[in-house]
C-alpha cells in the first residue's frame, strides 16, 4: 500500500468507511460533521462548488494508523526508531500521479474548509512542507496555512527545523512544496520529531518499505510525494509577515493572532479528480499525529532509567501532547519519578505525566484513574516543577515567556506496603467463556464502529 487510494479501498474493503453523500459547503458544514463523527473515517462525495471528493479521518484511528502500516502496537515504537535512526532516501522520479494536472495558481478553486465560527479564513491543516537548504538538509513538517488571496498563505512557523531553515536563507525567498492527499505512513513520519539534518521523507520511506517516489519541483530543488492527491510549488517570504490565527489548535481553543511569514504559491499539480484530504483542527486525527510520533522518544528515555517500560501513551483527552501515561516495572520506589523527570526531558512539551505499574493498561483510562484513586498519596507521590518551560500552546501557561508548572504523578504500589492490597481482581476464564465473548465481541465491535 504506498498512497492515500489504496488506503482507502482497504477502508471500504473493511467496511470503515463512511460515505457522505448530501452535498456540503466547505464553510463550516464540512468541519461541523467532522466534529459530530470524529474518530471516523468519511468520504464526503459532494462538496459544494467543487468536482472532486474530500476525505477526513485517515489518522484519527490508533488501531487504523497501525493497520495501514502493518504493524501491531507493541512493535511500533521500534519500528518508529528505526526509521528515524536509519532512512532510505526516496528514489526521485519524472513524473507521478499528481502531475496529470498542472496549473497556474487560483487557490480559491481547491476546497479548502473553513472550520469553526472565528476562523479568519480557510485554512489547509493537513499539508505537510518540505523545504531544503543549499546543502541539502531536508525537512518535511506539518503547517497551518490561511489561504489570504489566489496566491498567497500564511503559515504558522514555530522555532523548530522549517524556522532554522528559512532563517538561514538571511531573509531570501525559500522554496517549499506544499502536499496533500497522503498515505498514513507518510503523515506520520511528518510529524515526528526527528534529528535535524534527518529527511522525514527519509523516515517515510523506510516505513513504506522503499514504496515512497518524489518528483522534483519545477522551479527548484525541492520535493514532494509524487502519488499525492495535491501539490503547490511555492517560495515562502521569511521577512513578509502577516496577521494569522486566530486558530483552533491541540489544545482545543483558540491560539493567539501573530506575525507570521507568507507563502507565494507559483504553480500547482494534482490529480485529475483529485480527492482532498482535511484535517479537523482540536480533533482527534490532529491530536493523534502530534502525540503518537513522540511516544518512541519518551519510551526511550524511559527505558535509560528502568529495565522495562510496557507502554507510553499521550492521550487523546490531554489532547495527544500535554499528557502521558507510561506503564513501567520498577525496581525501587524512586524509579517512577526519576522516569518522571526522563519524560519531561524527552519531551519538553508535557504537562503531566503519570507512572503506572505493568498490570495498568496504559491506554485504558478508567484503569489509569484507578490506579491513581487508590495508589497515589497526594503528599509523598507528587513530583511539581514550577516557571518551567512549557508549550506556547498551553492556554493556561504565561504563552509571551511559555513558562508555566508541570506536574508528576507517582501511581505506582510502594514496595513499602503489602502487593494484595493494590492488586486488580480477576475472574478465571473457561474455553467456553472465552468462545461466548469472543462470538459476543465481534458483534459489540460491529455496532460500536461509528462512535469509535
Same mark, same amino acid.
Given at each position: 500500500m504506498?498512497?492515500?487510494r489504496? +488506503?482507502?479501498?482497504?477502508?471500504?474493503?473493511?467496511g470503515?468507511l463512511?460515505?457522505?453523500?448530501?452535498?456540503?459547503?466547505?464553510? +463550516?458544514?464540512?468541519?461541523?460533521?467532522?466534529?459530530?463523527?470524529?474518530?471516523?473515517?468519511?468520504l464526503?462525495k459532494?462538496?459544494?462548488?467543487?468536482a472532486?471528493?474530500m476525505?477526513a479521518?485517515?489518522?484519527?484511528?490508533?488501531? $487504523?494508523?497501525l493497520?495501514?502500516?502493518?504493524?501491531?502496537?507493541?512493535s511500533?515504537?521500534?519500528?518508529?526508531?528505526d526509521?528515524?535512526?536509519?532512512?532510505?532516501t526516496p528514489k526521485?522520479?519524472?513524473?507521478?500521479?499528481?502531475?496529470?494536472?498542472?496549473?497556474?495558481?487560483?487557490?480559491?478553486?481547491i476546497? =479548502?474548509?473553513?472550520?469553526?465560527?472565528?476562523?479568519?479564513?480557510?485554512?489547509?491543516?493537513?499539508?505537510?512542507?518540505? !523545504? &531544503?537548504?543549499?546543502?541539502?538538509?531536508?525537512?518535511?513538517s506539518f503547517?497551518r496555512?490561511?489561504?489570504?488571496?489566489?496566491? &498567497?498563505? !500564511?503559515?504558522?512557523?514555530?522555532?523548530r527545523?522549517?524556522h532554522?531553515?528559512?532563517?538561514?536563507?538571511?531573509?531570501?525567498?525559500?522554496?517549499?512544496?506544499i502536499?496533500?492527499?497522503?498515505?498514513?505512513a507518510?503523515?506520520?513520519?511528518?510529524?515526528?520529531?526527528?534529528?535535524?539534518g534527518?529527511?522525514e521523507?527519509?523516515?517515510?520511506n523506510?516505513?513504506?518499505?522503499?514504496?515512497?517516489?518524489l518528483?522534483?519541483c519545477?522551479?527548484?530543488?525541492?520535493?514532494a510525494?509524487?502519488?499525492?492527491?495535491l501539490?503547490?510549488?511555492g517560495?515562502?517570504?521569511?521577512?513578509?509577515?502577516?496577521d494569522e490565527?486566530? +486558530?483552533?489548535?491541540?489544545?482545543?481553543?483558540?491560539?493567539?493572532?501573530? $506575525?507570521?511569514?507568507?507563502?507565494e =504559491?507559483?504553480?500547482?499539480?494534482?490529480?485529475?479528480?483529485?480527492?482532498y484530504? !482535511?484535517?479537523l483542527?482540536?480533533?482527534?486525527?490532529h491530536?493523534?499525529?502530534?502525540?503518537m510520533?513522540?511516544?518512541?522518544? @519518551?519510551?526511550?528515555?524511559?527505558?535509560?532509567?528502568v529495565?522495562?517500560v510496557?507502554?507510553?501513551?499521550?492521550?487523546?483527552?490531554?489532547?495527544?501532547?500535554?499528557?502521558?501515561? =507510561?506503564?513501567?516495572?520498577k525496581?525501587?520506589?524512586?524509579?517512577?519519578?526519576?522516569?518522571?523527570?526522563?519524560?519531561f526531558?524527552?519531551?519538553?512539551?508535557l504537562?503531566?505525566?503519570?507512572?503506572?505499574?505493568?498490570?495498568?493498561?496504559?491506554?485504558?483510562?478508567?484503569?489509569?484513574?484507578?490506579? @491513581?484513586a487508590?495508589?497515589? &498519596?497526594?503528599?509523598?507521590?507528587?513530583?511539581?516543577?514550577?516557571?518551567? &518551560?512549557?508549550?506556547?500552546?498551553d492556554?493556561?501557561?504565561?504563552?509571551?515567556?511559555?513558562?508555566?508548572c508541570k506536574?508528576?504523578?507517582?501511581?505506582?504500589?510502594?514496595?513499602?506496603?503489602? $502487593?494484595?492490597?493494590f492488586e486488580?481482581?480477576?475472574?478465571?476464564?473457561?474455553?467456553?467463556?472465552?468462545?461466548t465473548?469472543?462470538?459476543?465481541?465481534?458483534?459489540v465491535?460491529?455496532?460500536?464502529?461509528? $462512535?469509535?
Amino acid at each position: 500500500m504506498s498512497d492515500l487510494r489504496d +488506503f482507502l479501498r482497504d477502508l471500504e474493503a473493511s467496511g470503515e468507511l463512511l460515505e457522505i453523500k448530501d452535498e456540503l459547503s466547505p464553510r +463550516f458544514e464540512i468541519s461541523s460533521i467532522m466534529k459530530e463523527l470524529d474518530g471516523n473515517a468519511l468520504l464526503f462525495k459532494r462538496v459544494s462548488g467543487f468536482a472532486g471528493k474530500m476525505f477526513a479521518g485517515a489518522c484519527s484511528s490508533r488501531k $487504523r494508523i497501525l493497520s495501514a502500516m502493518g504493524v501491531s502496537n507493541d512493535s511500533l515504537y521500534s519500528r518508529l526508531l528505526d526509521a528515524i535512526k536509519n532512512p532510505h532516501t526516496p528514489k526521485t522520479v519524472s513524473d507521478g500521479p499528481v502531475s496529470e494536472m498542472v496549473e497556474k495558481p487560483n487557490l480559491h478553486k481547491i476546497p =479548502v474548509l473553513t472550520h469553526f465560527e472565528r476562523d479568519p479564513g480557510p485554512y489547509f491543516t493537513s499539508a505537510i512542507v518540505a !523545504a &531544503r537548504t543549499h546543502d541539502g538538509v531536508e525537512n518535511v513538517s506539518f503547517h497551518r496555512l490561511l489561504v489570504l488571496d489566489e496566491k &498567497r498563505l !500564511a503559515i504558522r512557523i514555530v522555532p523548530r527545523h522549517l524556522h532554522r531553515i528559512a532563517t538561514d536563507t538571511g531573509g531570501k525567498p525559500l522554496a517549499v512544496s506544499i502536499s496533500l492527499g497522503l498515505h498514513p505512513a507518510v503523515l506520520l513520519a511528518a510529524s515526528c520529531s526527528a534529528p535535524y539534518g534527518v529527511s522525514e521523507f527519509g523516515i517515510a520511506n523506510s516505513l513504506m518499505g522503499g514504496g515512497l517516489e518524489l518528483i522534483e519541483c519545477e522551479h527548484s530543488e525541492v520535493y514532494a510525494p509524487a502519488d499525492s492527491e495535491l501539490v503547490l510549488e511555492g517560495w515562502l517570504h521569511p521577512e513578509t509577515l502577516v496577521d494569522e490565527g486566530p +486558530f483552533v489548535d491541540i489544545s482545543g481553543t483558540y491560539d493567539v493572532v501573530r $506575525r507570521q511569514p507568507v507563502v507565494e =504559491v507559483v504553480r500547482v499539480l494534482h490529480r485529475r479528480d483529485y480527492v482532498y484530504q !482535511a484535517l479537523l483542527p482540536g480533533g482527534l486525527e490532529h491530536r493523534i499525529l502530534m502525540g503518537m510520533p513522540k511516544e518512541p522518544k @519518551i519510551f526511550e528515555f524511559a527505558s535509560n532509567v528502568v529495565p522495562r517500560v510496557k507502554a507510553v501513551n499521550l492521550t487523546p483527552g490531554g489532547c495527544g501532547y500535554f499528557h502521558a501515561i =507510561v506503564s513501567i516495572e520498577k525496581q525501587n520506589d524512586g524509579d517512577a519519578k526519576n522516569v518522571i523527570m526522563a519524560c519531561f526531558s524527552a519531551d519538553p512539551s508535557l504537562k503531566h505525566v503519570v507512572v503506572v505499574d505493568t498490570d495498568i493498561d496504559a491506554f485504558n483510562l478508567d484503569q489509569v484513574e484507578w490506579a @491513581i484513586a487508590t495508589r497515589v &498519596r497526594g503528599d509523598e507521590d507528587l513530583l511539581v516543577v514550577s516557571n518551567t &518551560r512549557v508549550s506556547s500552546l498551553d492556554p493556561a501557561s504565561d504563552q509571551s515567556l511559555q513558562t508555566g508548572c508541570k506536574v508528576g504523578v507517582d501511581a505506582t504500589v510502594p514496595f513499602t506496603k503489602p $502487593r494484595e492490597k493494590f492488586e486488580l481482581p480477576k475472574v478465571p476464564m473457561s474455553d467456553q467463556a472465552k468462545r461466548t465473548l469472543a462470538s459476543v465481541g465481534r458483534l459489540v465491535e460491529r455496532t460500536d464502529l461509528s $462512535r469509535r
